[in-house]
């Protein structure tokens, strides 16, 4: 049995860059029956771990956005308004909504940014949860296969169009907080994204020297004073691809400025400037390349980019 599960996880752990200690936390609750929470940053891996347990066990993975649009109709499902017209209600003119589709199909119901969810939303989920169905009405009771499982994930740092999660939804789930991976993870997932090789900065691979100042740059968001949220590694993938695509045009002379447009184009819309501060996105990312090309010791002077 031991053999098993550590066969099973080694599978899954495949589809994953890094993550061990957080796909074991996750592979634990969901093959102990239980529900869990992911809480952290964008970009962390937390619906590639579930997609990869979900491709193993070939269970459905059920996507759903988490905003204020997501009513209890729209999760649970509505029946068909022209069959109604015609045959009046009945099971047959139901259509699932992803609840109910994840219950039938024994899958995993997986909500991003589950405390943009409006309340009532969320009520609907708990009953579910609890009782591992559902009523619906003129359709009857709908019990889930034994692999439902529901799931979700928060950004605890954005608190722009959130609401804060009561007591009783926290005591549903099962909680994993997911931080940042490090420097070299994100630097191989850039390269599994990108198709990019890895290496140090100085590793004499021009396309390894990308990588890494994709990484180094993208990280340095996240912890610049002007940023209220910096990027994830999903502007590191972006600046790597586009500066790699403009090194092919042959229109730059340096490295340093092709990675200078590439990171100003990929990551731009990506962070946010405190609002107490009158910086722009530009000026802060052109201080992060500063700094990355500049003024680390016995780095050459840097010239006019004008």
């Known amino acids: 049995m031991v053999a098993t599960s550590r066969a099973r996880r080694d599978a899954i752990a495949d589809g994953v860059v890094g ?19 992911l809480e952290g940053p964008p970009g962390t891996s937390k619906s590639t771990m579930l997609r990869a347990i979900t491709a193993n066990w070939g269970v459905p993975f059920v996507l759903v956005e988490g905003n204020a649009e997501l009513t209890p109709a729209r999760l649970v499902g509505h029946h068909n308004p022209a069959r109604v017209l015609r045959e009046g209600y009945s099971p047959e003119n139901f259509v699932p ?13 997986y ?28 359709v009857g009771v709908i019990t889930a296969l034994p692999t439902f499982r529901v799931l979700a994930s928060m950004n605890p740092f954005d608190n722009v169009g959130t609401a804060r999660i009561s007591d009783s939804v926290y005591d549903r789930w099962c909680r994993l907080a997911v931080g940042y991976q490090d420097a070299g993870e994100e630097a191989d997932i850039v390269a599994v994204r990108t198709g990019l090789p890895t290496g140090s900065a100085g590793s004499g691979s021009a396309a390894a020297q990308l990588v890494a100042d994709a990484v180094a740059i993208t990280r340095a968001t996240r912890s610049h004073p002007e940023l209220r949220r910096g990027s994830s590694v999903r502007g590191a993938i972006d600046l790597a691809a586009i500066a790699a695509e403009l090194a092919k045009l042959g229109t730059y002379p340096e490295r340093e400025r092709l990675v200078l447009d590439a990171a100003l184009l990929a990551l731009s819309g990506r962070i946010g400037v405190d609002e107490a501060s009158d910086v722009t996105p530009e000026a802060v990312i052109t201080e992060i390349w500063e700094n990355h090309f500049f003024s680390l010791p016995g780095a050459r002077r840097r010239e006019s980019t004008g």
């Open 19 to 37: 993550r061990r200690r957080e796909l074991d936390l996750t592979l634990a609750a969901v093959s102990a029956g239980r529900d869990i929470l």
């Open 111 to 138: 909500i991003e940014e589950l405390n943009r969810a409006p309340e009532d939303t969320l009520n609907v989920l708990l009953g579910a949860m609890a009782e591992r169905e559902v009523t619906v009405p003129r």
């Open 97 to 109: 909504g992803p609840l109910v589709e994840a219950m039938q199909g024994g899958g995993f119901l």
